[in-house]
């Protein structure tokens, strides 16, 4: 089996504005979704982005697309990634496939991220800006080697007043977790318009990775999918 192409894949996801976000080697004992070959696979590695990295190359496929198309963002992302994929010996699988695969599970362990109080994980870096649009799974192991945890320096720790769960006009993320209905409610209602065309006032009061906010048609983008109107 050829050794895997680290330098290439991350060149080809990195044409789209995708960033190889790092991987893991499967246990022995561990239940995977199939690789290739379709035997268990042997390493995941996960694709996502960082800030607004995707956007230009979306929205410029986007433009190609049918008026309508549902779920834009996971459809592009499938045929990049998916392409990706084909070329370097892998099989690619969705965030949005059901059943859900652990995504935010293996970037714990892949990154060494840890969940912030809002519930998506915290990248020291990219603050709570980033996302994951799919993963390569391989019927070869990555050789990746262990990751630090975060458990050192995770900055939700180091956070003084904690202003992500302070900005909500509902209160929808607290001790309890998230207050789905809640927050949907608002964001749907004729009050909801800062969350709607904006982004969540919770994650945009947090001052970890500000370089890295959504831009603000990304941030609408969401928050039209969140709530059902994309
Ligand atoms: C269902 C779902 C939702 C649902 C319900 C979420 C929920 N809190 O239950 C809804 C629709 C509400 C939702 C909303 C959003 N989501 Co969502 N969602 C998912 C989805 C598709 C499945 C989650 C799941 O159940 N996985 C199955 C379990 C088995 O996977 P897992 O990795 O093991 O999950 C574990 C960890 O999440 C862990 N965990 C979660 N929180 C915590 C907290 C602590 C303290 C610990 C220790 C562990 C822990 O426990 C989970 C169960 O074992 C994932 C994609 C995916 N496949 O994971 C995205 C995902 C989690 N969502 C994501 C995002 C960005 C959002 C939104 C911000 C999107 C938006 N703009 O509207 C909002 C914000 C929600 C919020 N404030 O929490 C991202 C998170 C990225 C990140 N940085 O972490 C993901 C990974 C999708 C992606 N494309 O990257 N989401
Ligand atoms: S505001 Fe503070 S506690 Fe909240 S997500 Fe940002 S760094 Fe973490
Ligand atoms: S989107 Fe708006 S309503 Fe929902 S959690 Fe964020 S601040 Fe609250």
Redesign the pocket.
Known sequence: MDAIDHHGIAAALAFHGLIARGGIDFGKDEAVPPGPSGAPARAVLLV?HAGSSIWPAFAAWRATQPAGLPDPLDAWSRVVIGGVAARFGARAVS???RP????????MRAEGL??SP????M?PVFG?W????GALLFDAPLGLGQVEPQSKHHPCDACIGKPCLKACPVG??GEA??A?EA?LGHVRSPVGKSCASGG?LD?RACPVGHAYRYAPEQQAF??A??AGRS
């Open positions: 996502g965030p949005s496939d859900w695969l652990p995504f935010q599970a293996w970037a840890r969940p809002l519930g998506i994980l990248h709570p980033h996302a994951y649009r929808a993320h977790g998230f789905y927050c969540c994650r969401h928050m999918a969140f």
